[in-house]
């Protein structure tokens, strides 16, 4: 899961980094948007923790930046994001920031990235077989989502999660969820 999350990022920044790039104009109404989603999350998707996540995030047009792809006439967007998730079980929760790269396939389709960093309140080491053994509390999160947008403000969109220490601390569960989310921008 996670090898298929960074091939398609890696793909997607190979291509964008091989094209022209133009960045938006941020003072008008053209370019990146404010964004609001929130949705609901399976937690944990290897089921050693229980619940749902309530889900919400914040994506600025401050500090983002929209991109075109000449060779296959796709925009991209690069913006800030920072969020939540709270288990309704009491199990692991967490709040994150990076930047997510969004980029549309059609008019009404897109596809997304987000690489960034997260703070939740798991437990570290546990032999308790039914909690998530995280190491750390600071960790590495990435998602990918596939969504489509129904008008101009409103999107809908599925969304898989996975956050790691990525082998820096002693324990190293990881935990993955995967939801849906609707989105407006405004």
């Known amino acids: 899961m996670i090898r298929v999350i960074y ?5 997607c920044l190979g291509l ?25 999350m399976y ?5 050693r923790e229980s619940g749902v996540d309530l889900n919400v995030e914040y994506l600025s047009r401050f500090a983002a930046f929209d991109l075109f792809v000449p060779v296959v006439q796709w925009r991209a967007t690069f913006r800030p994001h920072v969020g939540g998730s709270l288990n309704t079980a009491g199990h692991t929760s967490f709040v994150y920031g990076g930047y997510s790269l969004t980029l549309d396939l059609t008019d009404r389709i897109f596809v997304e990235g987000s690489f960034g960093g997260m703070v939740h309140n798991g437990v570290h080491v546990s032999a308790d077989r039914s909690r998530l053994s995280l190491g750390c509390n600071v960790m590495f999160r990435e998602s990918a989502s596939v969504g489509f947008r129904i008008n101009d403000q409103i999107n809908v969109s599925a969304m898989v999660e996975h956050g790691s220490n990525a082998g820096m601390c002693e324990a190293n569960n990881g935990i993955t969820n995967a939801g849906v989310r609707v989105g407006y921008t405004f």
Do not use: K
């Not at 091939?7 to 793909?11: F, P």
């Not at 091989?18 to 370019?31: C, M, P, R, Y």
């Open 43 to 47: 937690h944990d998707t290897m089921n």
């Open 7 to 11: 091939a398609v990022g890696s793909t």
């Open 16 to 40: 964008l980094m091989a094209s022209a790039v133009q960045a938006a104009d941020l003072s008008g109404n053209t370019g990146p948007r404010h964004e609001v989603r929130g949705g609901v």
